[in-house]
């Protein structure tokens, strides 16, 4: 299974408190605070730009994740956005040394995010970012104490996901299959990866990094290169069969071209495509559908799990489907089975 030119597409992991080592919470005037993981070109740098010191850490944490932790580069970009917003706003303080980066620096850096309105969860990674970090620092003796033992953050509140109602998902098959009568490419591609997300709860980087020597037709089963580089195989089902079938013989051979490689779902100019496209098609077909809070492709993977727990299966197999490493995550969707029956309950039993 080629997986090593899945990364080019169509379109080209983690507290308010007081800061400073004075103990007052520090706000420097850089903005650094302000970064959004994966996105540090358009992070402001502090005056005179970033210590070396920091630089060559960042840069030697990011080679660690990626080539020591197998991590993705998704990933290993969310790594880099989050310590590189923890440098700079050391910087700004006047920082130039890891070994001055204590508990009071991170504290104030979590508090100035705090204060910047950022979600409890984005807090919680951040801080879990930030402890990765000072633990590899630590071990590569880059300082010699370990500032972020003491760290705490913001517990994640654990939200329900949007789930789809079955008779929800029956119309939007339904309207992807009338699309998809015609023959055009793009509708029967719409079609068949909607089925698959749904049919197998793949996630939708996994989707976009399926070849079509992924699939085998005959046991209608996908390989599937999940988090942490950990391949698994998940079985489908015969929805979701004919519509790759459909595709493949009448509409990835009208998209593709000699760029087009391996790759399983082609965009419109017939390069692989990209978690962005397959979002557009699914955020598309939901507001179609009115009355429901589901949104983006994970809604259907959120749906896919919650109807198998709904229809019987138990808790270990799903989590093997989904590509959970913590049976906890799996968990998740009990809550949501277990909350949509008890209303039921309160609704129909009248001692409720």
Same mark, same amino acid.
């Given at each position: 299974?080629s997986?090593?030119?899945?990364?080019?597409a169509?379109t080209?992991?983690? %507290?308010h @408190?007081?800061?400073g080592?004075?103990g007052?919470?520090a706000?420097p005037e850089t903005?650094?605070?302000?970064?959004t993981?994966?996105?540090?070109?358009?992070?402001?740098?502090p005056?005179?730009?970033?210590?070396v !010191?920091?630089?060559q850490?960042l840069e030697?944490?990011c080679s660690?994740?990626?080539s !020591?932790r @197998?991590?993705?580069e998704?990933?290993v970009?969310a790594y880099e956005?989050?310590?590189a917003?923890l440098?700079?706003?050391?910087a %700004? #303080?006047?920082?130039?040394?890891?070994a001055?980066i204590?508990l009071?620096?991170?504290?104030? &850096?979590?508090?100035?995010?705090?204060?910047a309105g950022?979600a409890?969860?984005t807090?919680?990674r951040r801080?879990?970012?930030a402890?990765?970090?000072?633990g &590899?620092a #630590?071990r590569?003796? /880059?300082i010699?104490?370990?500032?972020a033992?003491r760290l705490?953050?913001?517990?994640?509140?654990?939200?329900?996901?949007g789930?789809?109602?079955?008779a929800?998902?029956?119309a939007?098959?339904e309207?992807l299959a009338?699309a998809a009568?015609d023959?055009?490419?793009?509708?029967l591609?719409?079609r068949a990866?909607v089925?698959v #997300?749904?049919?197998?709860?793949i996630r939708?980087? !996994?989707?976009?990094g399926?070849?079509?020597d992924d699939?085998?037709?005959d046991?209608?089963t996908l390989?599937?290169l999940?988090?942490g580089?950990k391949e698994?195989t998940?079985?489908y089902?015969?929805?979701a069969?004919?519509?790759l079938d459909d &595709?493949l013989?009448? %509409?990835r051979p009208?998209l593709?071209?000699?760029e087009?490689g391996?790759?399983?779902f082609?965009?419109? /100019?017939?390069?692989r495509?990209?978690?962005?496209?397959?979002?557009?098609?699914?955020?598309?077909?939901f507001e179609?559908?009115g009355?429901?809070?589901?949104?983006g492709?994970?809604?259907?993977r959120?749906s896919a799990a919650?109807?198998?727990?709904d229809?019987?299966a138990?808790?270990?197999?799903?989590?093997e489907?989904l590509?959970?490493?913590?049976?906890a995550?799996?968990?998740l969707y009990?809550h949501?089975?277990?909350?949509?029956?008890?209303k039921s309950y309160?609704?129909?039993?009248?001692?409720?």
């Amino acid at each position: 299974m080629s997986h090593t030119s899945r990364n080019t597409a169509e379109t080209g992991g983690p %507290g308010h @408190g007081s800061g400073g080592p004075s103990g007052k919470a520090a706000v420097p005037e850089t903005g650094a605070a302000n970064g959004t993981a994966g996105n540090t070109t358009d992070r402001r740098r502090p005056p005179g730009g970033r210590p070396v !010191e920091f630089s060559q850490a960042l840069e030697a944490f990011c080679s660690y994740l990626s080539s !020591e932790r @197998g991590r993705s580069e998704h990933t290993v970009r969310a790594y880099e956005g989050d310590i590189a917003g923890l440098v700079d706003y050391a910087a %700004g #303080l006047g920082l130039t040394a890891l070994a001055e980066i204590d508990l009071y620096v991170l504290r104030g &850096w979590l508090g100035t995010l705090n204060e910047a309105g950022l979600a409890r969860a984005t807090l919680a990674r951040r801080a879990a970012t930030a402890r990765s970090f000072t633990g &590899w620092a #630590l071990r590569e003796e /880059r300082i010699s104490v370990d500032p972020a033992l003491r760290l705490k953050a913001p517990k994640r509140t654990k939200t329900l996901p949007g789930v789809l109602r079955p008779a929800q998902l029956e119309a939007l098959f339904e309207t992807l299959a009338a699309a998809a009568a015609d023959g055009g490419a793009l509708p029967l591609r719409d079609r068949a990866l909607v089925e698959v #997300l749904y049919a197998t709860g793949i996630r939708v980087g !996994e989707l976009a990094g399926l070849d079509v020597d992924d699939l085998d037709q005959d046991r209608r089963t996908l390989k599937v290169l999940g988090k942490g580089n950990k391949e698994r195989t998940v079985p489908y089902g015969l929805p979701a069969a004919l519509a790759l079938d459909d &595709w493949l013989r009448r %509409g990835r051979p009208a998209l593709a071209k000699p760029e087009s490689g391996p790759a399983l779902f082609l965009g419109q /100019r017939g390069r692989r495509i990209d978690q962005r496209q397959v979002r557009a098609v699914t955020s598309a077909l939901f507001e179609s559908l009115g009355d429901t809070s589901a949104s983006g492709p994970h809604a259907l993977r959120h749906s896919a799990a919650t109807h198998l727990l709904d229809g019987g299966a138990d808790l270990r197999s799903v989590q093997e489907i989904l590509g959970h490493s913590s049976l906890a995550t799996t968990q998740l969707y009990t809550h949501v089975s277990v909350d949509r029956l008890r209303k039921s309950y309160q609704q129909a039993h009248p001692r409720a």
